[in-house]
Every structure is written in structure tokens, then in C-alpha cells.
């Protein structure tokens, strides 16, 4: 069973600064299908990154994916006020089957 | 991209059925695969299965095998999640979702699902 681990757990940051989050897989797995989400609170998450490393549609470029293998990066270059959320990676893990982390929580310092 | 919507919140007793829609705008989702996914109040997404366009393939996560059935109306574009043997665990939001390109690209609002006796 392919297991996605997420850090930090929280975030602490300030407007305008750069956020990295960071999701581990707990084997090597296929970046074709690595997502990543943003959740606020009330609101169904929304797709940010398919692929590993593609903006989805109306993404704005502050966003950024990366990563291969086990390791995988969402970077939010600068923060803007809207972007203090829970961010959650995924990846589907055949049978067809698909998994989530368990979230990291980028809160306002 | 139009949301599809689902149903309204429920609320069940322990033992009991649960059965969620989720009503996309034609031919917006007729081609897609489309997942169900759940999540706890206070707790991170947990994938429960998929069907296919046509509505004749499921798939689902071992936990649910036993208790979930996703079914799909072609003709009224809806997709459903009903849950059997409800207990106190299974409150939580349900959400549907389009699969594209690998990625869930478009989510229904969710549906909160109450189990209480």
C-alpha cells in the first residue's frame, strides 16, 4: 500500500513570503498522475497541479509543482492573503485505486 | 466549468441507508469518469471509488467494498453514492468529483452525511 506523507504538518508564514511543501510517497510512483489541492474551510477542494508540475485551469503562476520518484514539491512563490488554506497531494495508486495525504495547513503568522 | 450539484445533507441512524446524487449539466461529464470521495469533520480526503462513463464499471477502495455502490443515469447525467450499514464513523462531507487527466478537475459542493442516533 502506497502511503503519502505530507510536511510540514503546518505552516506558519506572512503575506508575500514563499511557501514549500513537501509530499513523500512511501514508494517510487508516477508523476503523471501527482495532484495537489487547495482546501478552505466550508468550500470542496480545488485542483491546483495534475501531473506533478501542470497548472491546472486558473492557476495563477505563483504556483508551482515539482518532483519525481518518491519526492514531490508544491511551491507558492509569494503568499497572497487567499492562499492561507490546507493543501493536500494525491496520486493514484493502480487497481485503480487512489490515495491522499493527510494535508499540511499553511496558516497567517 | 460548471459544478455539479449534489444533494441535500442528511441525516441517518446507526444501520441505516444513505443514498447521495450528484446532477452535472449534460455533456459537460457524459465522457468523464467520475469518483466519490469523503471527508471526516476535521479530517483530510479519503477516496472511496470511480465509475465509469458508461455507468457498467466501478471500482472501489477495500474499506467501502462491502458497503458502497456507485451507480450512474446516463440519461439525467447523474451520478449516485449510496452507503449501507451507516454507523457514527461515516459522518462526513461527500463529495463527487470529475477525473481528468488524472486529476480530480471539477467537484460537486458536498453533502454532509449526519449518523446519530
Known amino acids: 500500500e502506497i502511503v503519502l506523507t505530507q510536511s510540514p504538518g503546518t505552516l506558519s508564514l506572512s503575506p508575500g513570503e514563499g511557501a514549500t511543501l513537501s509530499c513523500r510517497a512511501s514508494?517510487?510512483?508516477?508523476?503523471?498522475?501527482l495532484a495537489w489541492y487547495q482546501q478552505k474551510p466550508g468550500q470542496a477542494p480545488r485542483l491546483l497541479i495534475y501531473?506533478?508540475?501542470r497548472r491546472a485551469t486558473g492557476i495563477p503562476d505563483r504556483f508551482s509543482g515539482s518532483g519525481s520518484g518518491t519526492d514531490f514539491t508544491l511551491t507558492i512563490s509569494r503568499l497572497e492573503p487567499e492562499d492561507f488554506a490546507v493543501y493536500y497531494c494525491?496520486?493514484?495508486?493502480?487497481?485503480?485505486?487512489?490515495?491522499f495525504g493527510q494535508g499540511t495547513k499553511v496558516e497567517i503568522k | 466549468q460548471v459544478q455539479p450539484v449534489q444533494s441535500g445533507a442528511e441525516v441517518k441512524k446507526p444501520g441505516a441507508s444513505v443514498k447521495v446524487s450528484c446532477k452535472a449539466s449534460?455533456?459537460?461529464?457524459?465522457?468523464?469518469?467520475m469518483h466519490w470521495v469523503r471527508q471526516a469533520p476535521g479530517q483530510g480526503l479519503e477516496w472511496m471509488g470511480i465509475i465509469n462513463p458508461s455507468g457498467d464499471g466501478t471500482s472501489y477502495a477495500q474499506k467501502f467494498q462491502d458497503r458502497v455502490t456507485i451507480t450512474r443515469d446516463t440519461s439525467t447525467s447523474t451520478v449516485y453514492m449510496e452507503m449501507s450499514s451507516l454507523r457514527s464513523e461515516d459522518t462526513a462531507v461527500y463529495y463527487c468529483?470529475?477525473?481528468?487527466?488524472?486529476?480530480?478537475?471539477?467537484w460537486g459542493q458536498g453533502t454532509k452525511v449526519t449518523v446519530s442516533s
Open positions: 514508494q517510487s510512483v508516477s508523476s503523471n498522475y
Open positions: 501531473g506533478a508540475s
Open positions: 494525491q496520486q493514484y495508486v493502480g487497481s485503480p485505486s487512489w490515495t
Open positions: 468529483a470529475r477525473m481528468q487527466s488524472g486529476a480530480f478537475d471539477i
Open positions: 449534460g455533456r459537460t461529464f457524459a465522457n468523464y469518469y
